[in-house]
């Protein structure tokens, strides 16, 4: 787990929405025989929202799903990360005229739960407003990537927005 070590200027671990998402996490989950889930592992990073987002996040992605011994799913889950993330930038970020001094450096945060035979791909930010499906432009090169998480995935959604934002979650099936 990413986690800002003692006088890191990295940005720290927030309560929300990534953990009001993992508070979400078992309703997602496959339950175990006591009823609950218990995640086989959790990594998690800040992004920034610049041009090297997408590469750092695809990168963290290969890196922790090979070390959890879960090459065959790689693949699908970059291709998720990237759309999630894609959406996050494009439509999760405030964008007023002067971004104000105090503006968290790292206003995304990718996380992925391993649990069983899922792993959750997880993109926050700080928007309220939620992921809309929608049918896209034949024409268009831009529309589809929420259908691309769609078939991808075997569920996907979102957390209940707060003033904090919201995560956009997408559960791959994995196989080890």
């Given at each position: 787990?990413?986690?800002?070590?003692?006088?890191?200027?990295?940005?720290?671990?927030?309560?929300?929405?990534?953990?009001?998402?993992?508070?979400?996490?078992?309703?997602?989950?496959?339950?175990?025989?006591?009823?609950?889930?218990?995640?086989?592992?959790?990594?998690?990073?800040?992004?920034?929202?610049?041009?090297q987002a997408a590469a750092e996040a695809r990168r963290f992605t290969h890196t922790?799903?090979?070390?959890?011994?879960?090459?065959?799913?790689?693949?699908n889950a970059l291709l998720v990360v990237t759309e999630l993330l894609t959406n996050?930038?494009?439509?999760?970020?405030?964008?007023?005229?002067?971004?104000?001094?105090?503006?968290?450096?790292h206003p995304l945060w990718l996380g992925l739960l391993r649990c069983r035979d899922?792993?959750?791909?997880?993109?926050?930010?700080?928007?309220?407003?939620?992921?809309?499906?929608?049918?896209?432009?034949?024409?268009?090169?831009?529309?589809?990537?929420?259908?691309?998480?769609?078939?991808?995935?075997?569920?996907?959604?979102?957390?209940?927005?707060?003033?904090?934002?919201?995560?956009?979650?997408?559960?791959?099936?994995?196989?080890?």
């Open positions: 787990m990413t986690i800002r070590p003692a006088g890191s200027t990295a940005a720290p671990f927030p309560t929300l929405p990534l953990g009001h998402w993992l508070a979400q996490a078992p309703r997602i989950l496959p339950l175990t025989d006591d009823r609950t889930a218990h995640p086989d592992g959790l990594a998690a990073r800040a992004l920034t929202a610049d041009g922790t799903l090979s070390g959890w011994n879960l090459k065959p799913v790689v693949d996050a930038l494009r439509y999760g970020l405030t964008k007023p005229a002067a971004p104000p001094r105090d503006a968290a450096p899922l792993v959750l791909c997880t993109v926050c930010d700080h928007s309220p407003d939620v992921p809309v499906l929608r049918e896209p432009d034949h024409l268009a090169q831009s529309g589809r990537g929420l259908h691309i998480i769609d078939c991808l995935s075997s569920s996907w959604g979102w957390t209940t927005p707060t003033a904090d934002g919201k995560a956009v979650w997408a559960a791959l099936p994995a196989a080890d």
